[in-house]
């Protein structure tokens, strides 16, 4: 039982995919944040595929639904790259967005990276998460659009509208200027049977810049762990898989729900590492269920 610090990866998997070719699907200009963390932490060469229109798969204005989790649409998209350049390393991005885990009430960002490695077998996928820029408004007065696109933080973050409601089937995606943004509305207006513009920001990768900070920060959580071999066989991605509570309260000593060790695991020989917390020997009685029923 090691006492390494908890959340630190072991050393660098080094030269591994040094001077490697890695697909990563696109249309959405994601490689402009991926690839510069990649390249420059593994020596890889990430490389942008096209040839598919990856909206296809599913689009975040609601035209066509995502089949299947979000692990599965990011895997298919690398699949597809993989296919489309030949190559047995793949990568792809797909991101999600719903209300924050915590409260419910504030739009909420998750993006996540998956890496495909054919040659040995292992996926390994990294994640970002943060509140997310995401509003829309209902309006049939150009000012009240107007006042709400620079709240949305237009015209950094692009605009999607539709005539009549959330729901309308016509569509103007990636609006980026102001006098874009009221040709559209006054368009979207007077198709609208109620007089009505829906609007909001539209959260395709190359259209918002709060997302691909977002996408960039799963690269690097990414790159973490494929920097992480396995101890017993040095495979990629040895990371955390089991988080175990029961940290004893520093008043009473029963155990709490607080986190104790964690468990790091290795995708292809199945080998673990259980890690103790290193300096936590002991929870805030104010986390115990026991002195705080």
Known sequence: MSKLAP????????????????????????ERVIAPVLDAALGCRVERV???DTDTLGSFTREIPR????????????????ELSGLPLGLASEGAFGPDPMTGLFPWNVELLVFIDDERGIEVTGMAQQAA??????????????????????PGHHMVLRPQGQDGPRIEKGIDNWVALEAAFQRARSQADNGLVF??????????????????????????????????????????VERVAGLPCGDCGMPTREIRALVYGCRACGHRDRREHAGMEHADPGRCDNCNP
């Not at 959340?7 to 249309?27: C, D, F, H, I, N």
């Not at 089949?67 to 993989?82: F, N, S, V």
């Not at 995401?134 to 007065?141: N, R």
């Not at 691909?212 to 920097?227: C, F, P, S």
């Open 133 to 154: 820029r995401m509003a829309h408004l209902l309006t049939g007065e150009w000012e009240k659009a107007e006042q709400f696109a620079r709240q949305a933080g237009f």
């Open 50 to 52: 096209s040839g598919f």
């Open 199 to 240: 609007l909001e920001n539209d959260v395709r990768a190359h259209a918002h810049p709060t997302r691909m900070e977002a996408i960039r920060m799963a690269a690097e959580d990414l790159v973490a762990r494929l920097n992480s071999p396995c101890p017993a066989c040095g495979t990629p991605g040895f990371w955390i």
């Open 67 to 82: 089949a299947g989790t979000q692990l599965d649409a990011a895997r298919r998209k690398a699949r597809i790259g993989m």
């Open 7 to 30: 959340e630190g990866p072991v050393p660098s998997v080094s030269g591994l995919y040094a001077g490697r070719r890695v697909a990563l699907l696109t249309q959405h200009g994601k």
